[in-house]
């Protein structure tokens, strides 16, 4: 079955740091991937998404590529701010889960000033 | 204009009782879902309905049953509420049945069993 593993966190960064996320995949078809953000006390939204290897999605400084040698779809950002703190996730969408989303676990991000 | 709502945001209740929560989308969607977040913010999707069908169901405990009057509405009704249900319940929707992967998320339903 499909699955999405990102690394735990939370992660703790100052302000104006770089930024990676990470994020594999397993999916037994061809999958779109997506990352998700979930500010507190708020319901997930699409921060960006890539539908084929090699697509980058970006959105809002962030950037993330599709690749399907190492079915990676790392997050990076590179000067991150204090709005930025929330939970990131790393997720997918495959023609063979039809109408099904596959999340990660989700990455609690933290920036202190 | 809210696009996804869920009523209520907050619900405290005590064991073995049962509660409902309500989904609104006003998106046109035609698919809508229920999500659980536990403590630990991992989510987990446990239906999902398709033009008032059922199309997905995990495996999820029969005391908890999805309700879909129509295309724009998907409720949740929980009897015998345990405390393990103690999570955050997310309703969402999405215009092409999760091909393109873009759901569109409601706000939260914050359980808590007591």
């Known amino acids: 079955g499909n699955s999405v593993t990102q690394m735990e966190g939370p992660v703790t960064l100052s302000e104006e740091a770089f930024l990676t996320i990470n994020c594999t995949y397993t999916?037994?078809?061809?999958?779109?991937l997506f990352w998700y953000v979930q500010y507190p006390g708020e319901g997930l939204q699409l921060l960006l998404k890539?539908?084929?290897?090699?697509d980058k999605g970006s959105n809002k400084g962030f950037e993330a590529t599709y690749r399907k040698e190492t079915t990676s779809f790392h997050l990076e950002k590179g000067s991150v701010q204090v709005s930025d703190s929330a939970v990131y996730f790393c997720?997918?969408?495959?023609?063979?889960?039809?109408?099904?989303?596959?999340f990660g676990i989700g990455t609690k991000l933290q920036v202190i000033p | 204009d809210t696009a996804v709502s869920q009523t209520p945001k907050y619900l405290v209740t005590q064991m073995g009782n049962d509660k409902s929560i309500k989904c609104e989308q006003n998106?046109?969607?035609?698919?809508m879902y229920w999500y659980k977040q536990d403590s630990k913010k991992f989510l987990k999707i446990m239906f999902s309905?398709?033009?008032?069908?059922?199309?997905i169901n995990e495996t999820v405990p029969n005391r908890f049953s999805p309700k879909s009057p129509d295309k724009a509405h998907l409720n949740l009704h929980i009897n015998s509420l345990e405390l393990g249900d103690s999570a955050v319940y997310f309703c969402?929707?999405?215009?092409?049945?999760?091909?393109?992967?873009?759901?569109?998320f409601g706000e939260g339903s914050r359980l808590t069993v007591l």
């Open positions: 969402a929707s999405s215009q092409d049945g999760g091909l393109s992967g873009e759901l569109f």
């Open positions: 999916a037994t078809g061809y999958p779109s």
């Open positions: 890539a539908t084929k290897a090699d």
């Open positions: 997720a997918l969408s495959d023609l063979l889960g039809y109408q099904k989303v596959t």
């Open positions: 998106l046109g969607h035609d698919t």
């Open positions: 309905y398709n033009n008032k069908e059922l199309i």
